[in-house]
């Protein structure tokens, strides 16, 4: 009978995001993919001392508070493992952090990376994958496996824990969900920010992608980057930060995110601000200024669109209350 399981520590924080997000801003230029980082960390953890320096800045993933409490339900003990239990204690004092194991037959092992994975097959325990809109098929994990007993699922809720039989298909369907400010189920652990000293500039607003309106039900000001923005940036992590801003000559608190929308792949760096007012018209080519204030959070992947939809609704909030 399963009674416990251990949740890999870098899923939980997004550990692979972070990194990015370093790398990234130590060197733009950089080219490099999330599943770069994703595939291969070993070759990026000269940074790990960075990587821990920042731990302080780090968020919870969004659903995580959510997954906890349903494992919870199910009568089954959550447990994070890390080697950096003991740090992450400190930070994280509502999580329950524990050194590595790879002994524990009653355990399930959620999502471990690919080296820690094949040593827990080879021990005969139990490893669940969960499908997330980019993770390799199971073909590819078979191959890589050898064929050895992998468990892929879809979802926490449909996981059948108890008897554990597998598999459904992974579907990612964007339109059921627009941010919606009264679905926040995490902010108590999200309500965090640093101040910084002020960084302003002058931009003009260029066409996006249109997903923000559409797909995520945030409009966004897209700013054409400059060299003189570029520099006054640079410093700046990957993130969502929050800010005030004029438009036509009248203020507007905002709410942004710098950086390379790693949820949706996209490589080159982009600043898009949410203005809190009522637009009818979208400003193409208009000058927006721009004060950047507050660090809200490193930008993230996530696991499903519905995750990426929340963390921007709590950003929202959050900044809302410190510029407007
Ligand atoms: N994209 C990400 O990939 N990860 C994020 O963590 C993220 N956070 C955002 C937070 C805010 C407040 C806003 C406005 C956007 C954020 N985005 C993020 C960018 C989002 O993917 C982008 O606005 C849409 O793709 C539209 O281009
Ligand atoms: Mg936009």
């Known amino acids: 009978m399963i009674s416990k399981c251990y949740i890999n520590c870098e899923i939980i924080l997004d550990f692979n995001s972070l990194l990015f997000s370093i790398l990234k801003k130590q060197n733009p230029d950089l080219n490099l993919s999330l599943n770069d980082v ?20 780090l968020k919870p993933q969004i659903g995580v508070i959510e997954t906890l409490q349903f494992l919870e339900s199910q009568h089954i003990q ?55 809109h980019k993770l390799k098929d199971k073909d590819y994990w078979n191959q890589l496996l050898q064929n050895k007993p992998i468990l892929f699922a879809e979802s926490w809720e449909t996981f059948p824990w108890q008897s554990f039989k597998l598999v459904t298909q992974p579907i990612f369907s964007a339109d059921q969900y627009k941010v919606n400010e009264s679905e926040n189920a995490s902010t108590k652990y999200w309500n965090t920010f640093i101040k910084l000293n002020p960084i302003e500039f002058t931009s003009k607003i260029i066409h996006g992608r249109n997903r923000g309106g559409t797909m995520l039900g945030i409009p966004t000001a897209n700013l054409q980057i400059n060299e003189e923005i570029q520099q006054l940036t640079k410093n700046l992590l990957p993130g969502v930060y929050a800010g005030i801003t ?16 790693p949820y949706f792949l996209d490589t080159p760096q982009t600043i898009e601000v949410h203005l809190y007012g009522e637009f009818q018209e979208d400003f193409y080519g208009a000058n927006l200024r721009l004060i950047i204030t507050h660090f809200l959070r490193p ?21 809302r209350k410190l510029v407007c």
Do not use: M
Request: charged share 20%.
């Open 246 to 261: 004029y438009l036509e000559n009248k203020q507007y608190g905002g709410v942004l995110s710098i950086g390379y929308n």
């Open 78 to 132: 959550p447990i994070i493992y890390s080697e950096f239990a003991q740090l992450l204690q400190q930070h994280f004092p509502y999580l329950n952090w524990q050194e590595f194991t790879d002994s524990d037959q009653n355990a399930i092992f959620i999502d471990p990376r690919i080296d820690f994975c094949e040593q827990l097959l080879k021990k005969n325990l139990n490893v669940v994958l969960f499908k997330n």
């Open 38 to 57: 994703q595939e291969n960390p070993k070759k990026y953890l000269e940074t790990q001392e960075l990587l821990l320096q920042n731990l302080s800045i």
């Open 299 to 319: 930008e993230s992947d996530f696991r499903t669109f519905d995750h990426l939809i929340k963390a921007i609704s709590n950003d929202k909030i959050i900044a």
